[in-house]
């Protein structure tokens, strides 16, 4: 048990206990001066007289022969040369292995924390390139800030590979040249180094918009998005820079506010001409209304005047019909705008037509000495189908304003020319010419517009709501027709009409080419 160290054994037990030791640490020594008896006792029953046959036989027998047979018939432990053995039996070899078994687990374990990392690091940069080649798919230029080294790094992706290009700054500012001067200042107080620097160490984000420079020396609308990353122990904390183009929704932002900006304009101009319209409609209307109780005042007064009754009650009529003119402007405008306004489709006779015209308006402009002709040519369809009371009074219009705005000695012409006929629709052309004061040429792009009329004075001088154009205008539209007009300052204006009509195949078709009504 390791308690001793050395015992006396027989010599069969020391060379058991001696193989049997792995460590070698047994010696076995054969003590010739050491004797000792040995008994064997057996029972009765376990056959005495052959045992003592057996010791007589024994003690006649040469100890080398009994030797030799004990070492013939017992079955020591074969001491094998086994490794742990020999590591016992060398120490120093001993030693040398375990530490190069050491030695080569460290090796493992550093080679699979290594190889952990170099995954871990591949992920990381696999993860980062798709980041990268997102984002430069998504924007028109990735720049990677390094403000520790003082340099940029360009990303892009050609070919479904990640590109870079590295560039050094010397100063900060030099990252804003390409902006435009105007947003340079602004974008150097929103991003200088200081507020980048405190970007990447917050992991922020700044936005702004700037106008910079494009490869053909053209200025264009970008995006600038900056925001603060943290890659990896070998890349240090930097500012990712990502920069896309908005300049068609600038100019599509900018016409959305130029047209809100037109509209609300328009929407003004309207609340003022309708200010204005209210204002010298209660003059219009007031004024013909005052004619109207005014001379039917003076006519009680002077009853026994015939002569004067009659005069007032002239008056009173036109005063009369100025104001149902004024008041059917407005009713037909009303109409025009709520889509009540109806358009007939009757046949009626065009020469019966510009009778009547020519009835109205030669004695006014005879009055004012003013010459007023009626030309008709290449008319050869008399009868036709269409809305001839819209046609009338878009005609009444023009010529009323002609008319008015015709001084002393000028001239008034209305030409009515067919100029096709086209699956199976006549179409006539109406210009009505005059020499009078004309229009500015600013004022003819709103000339059809509702309660607009080129100055104050037009207004006090002539009269008018600013509605008979408007309403002119719009007939004609309805009527599937088209109007336009000339004019210049001083020298008169003329106005163009050209309306379809349908055939009437049921009147007889006359050619009355440039036929002249002039004599009417």
């Not at 005495?48 to 046959?53: P, S």
């Not at 003059?283 to 003076?298: D, F, K, Q, S």
């Not at 008979?468 to 309805?478: K, Q, R």
């Amino acid at each position: 048990k390791g308690l001793q160290n050395v015992t006396y054994v027989d010599t069969y037990s020391a060379e058991y206990i001696a193989k049997s030791d792995v460590k070698n640490q047994l010696q076995v020594t054969l003590a010739n001066d050491y004797a000792s008896a040995v008994a064997v006792g057996v029972k009765n029953t376990s056959g005495v007289v052959l045992l003592d046959i057996l010791n007589k036989a024994v003690l006649s027998i040469p100890p080398e022969k009994i030797e030799n047979i004990i070492s013939e018939n017992t079955q020591y432990v074969n001491k094998s040369d086994s490794f742990l053995g020999y590591l016992y039996n060398n120490p120093v070899f001993a030693m040398t292995t375990v530490a190069v078994f050491c030695a080569l687990f460290v090796l493992v374990v550093i080679s699979v924390s290594r190889t952990k990392q170099r995954k871990i690091v591949q992920e990381k940069n696999h993860e980062y390139e798709r980041f990268i080649s997102y984002v430069c798919r998504a924007n028109d230029e990735v720049v990677e800030i390094d403000t520790i080294h003082k340099r940029r790094v360009n990303y892009a992706v050609k070919d479904r590979k990640i590109i870079t290009e590295i560039r050094n700054y010397e100063n900060f500012s030099d990252l804003f040249l390409p902006l435009h001067e105007e947003d340079r200042d602004a974008a150097m107080e929103l991003c200088g180094e200081d507020k980048i620097d405190e970007l990447i160490d917050s992991l922020g984000e700044i936005y702004f918009e700037a106008r910079a420079k494009t490869g053909d020396g053209s200025y264009h609308w970008y995006a600038y998005a900056l925001q603060g990353i943290v890659r990896d122990d070998e890349h240090p904390s930097s500012a990712m820079m990502f920069k896309r183009d908005i300049d068609s929704v600038k100019k599509e932002e900018a016409e959305r506010q130029q047209i809100m900006r037109d509209a609300l304009n328009v929407a003004q101009e309207a609340s003022n001409a309708k200010g204005d319209f209210m204002s010298r409609m209660s003059h219009e209307i007031r004024t013909p209304l005052n004619a109207v109780i005014g001379y039917m005042t003076i006519a009680k007064m002077e009853t026994s005047n015939i002569t004067k009754v009659r005069d007032c009650i002239d008056k009173s009529e036109i005063a009369a019909k100025h104001l149902l003119s004024i008041i059917n402007d407005v009713l037909d405008m009303s109409s025009i705008e709520n889509g009540k306004m109806k358009i007939a489709y009757e046949s009626f006779d065009l020469k019966l037509l510009m009778e009547t015209v020519t009835e109205i308006f030669y004695a006014q402009a005879r009055s004012k000495d003013v010459h007023f002709e009626i030309i008709m040519e290449d008319v050869s369809e008399e009868y036709l189908i269409g809305d001839k009371l819209r046609v009338n009074q878009v005609l009444l219009n023009l010529l009323s304003n002609a008319v008015k705005f015709t001084p002393t000695g000028g001239k008034v012409l209305l030409t009515v020319k067919q100029v096709m006929m086209r699956e199976k629709k006549i179409h006539m052309r109406f210009t009505v010419e005059d020499t009078g004061i004309g229009m500015e040429e600013s004022f003819l792009e709103k000339v059809f517009q509702p309660f607009e009329q080129q100055d104050v004075s037009i207004s006090q001088n002539f009269g008018g709501t600013g509605l008979g154009l408007s309403i002119t205008y719009n007939l004609i539209n309805m009527m599937g027709g088209s109007i336009g007009v000339q004019s210049t300052v001083g020298k008169g204006t003329t106005f163009t009409v050209e309306l379809p009509f349908g055939q009437d195949t049921e009147h007889h078709i006359r050619n009355t080419a440039e036929q002249d009504f002039s004599y009417l």
